[in-house]
């Protein structure tokens, strides 16, 4: 697949998780962007990997990863649309709602 031009390049960053029967699954910890110098990436962690070697593993994002994202961010837009729910209003207290 042919990446689109005018989008910028964007990495996903998985660390590999062991399972019991022996095999691999790949989860996904966080996002890269290219640096501004365009030779170094910026990571933006979600989670640090506990595996035994602390291993980050590197992919630039393809097309499907993309539109898999883009559709996401579009589903969380409409359903925080349609909930209409109104922002906690300041009482001028310090106290927390929860």
């Given amino acids: ?50 595996n035994k070697k602390n291993m980050l593993h590197i992919r630039e994002m393809d097309e499907e990863d993309l539109e898999r994202a883009g559709s996401r961010r579009a589903q969380r837009r409409t359903a925080d649309a349609g909930a209409g729910a109104e922002p906690l209003a300041a009482t001028g207290s310090d106290d927390l709602p929860f």
């Fill in 1 to 50: 697949m042919q990446m689109n031009a005018s989008r910028p390049r964007m990495f996903k960053v998985l660390s590999p998780v062991e399972k019991q029967d022996g095999t691999t699954f790949w989860m996904r910890v966080g996002t890269g962007f290219p640096g501004k110098d365009s030779t170094s990436i910026n990571l933006y962690l979600d989670a640090m990997p506990l």
